[in-house]
């Protein structure tokens, strides 16, 4: 089992910016892709963005490119979201969630995939 627990959501106004952690625990942090999806009222989750288990692949959704940046620190099992330039379209609940690197390289953006999810984190995004 991997528990994951995201944190770094909160109120910010269009423009600004957030910062999102997801702590794992549990297993070998460095044995699972990790990625970043999202769920906004009334519509279904989509991905946002992953990175391989080693942190050299990245694959971010058309919506958040050139503003959101992942990166992983194995060493403090951890992945993290900096969110730029946001807008009030970014507001959802974002989750994080783990998969075996045995996928690693593929299909990044399909949720089944993913073993473990956290239970999320809210972003709210005024204009």
């Known amino acids: 089992q991997v528990q994951l627990v995201e944190s770094g959501g909160g109120l910010v106004q269009a423009g600004g910016s957030l910062r999102l952690s997801c702590a794992a625990s549990g297993r070998t942090f460095s044995n699972y892709d990790m990625g970043w999806f999202r769920q906004a009222p009334g519509k279904e989750r989509e991905f946002v963005v992953a990175i391989s288990w080693s942190g050299g692949s990245t694959s971010y959704a058309d919506s958040v490119k050139g503003r959101f940046t992942i990166s992983r620190d194995n060493a403090k099992n951890t992945v993290y979201l900096q969110m730029n330039s946001l807008k009030p379209e970014d507001t959802a609940v974002y989750y994080c969630?783990?998969?075996?690197?045995?996928?690693?390289?593929?299909?990044?953006?399909?949720?089944?995939?993913?073993?473990?999810w956290g239970q999320g984190t809210q972003v709210t995004v005024s204009s």
């Open positions: 969630a783990a998969r075996p690197k045995a996928y690693s390289g593929t299909y990044y953006h399909e949720e089944t995939l993913y073993a473990y």
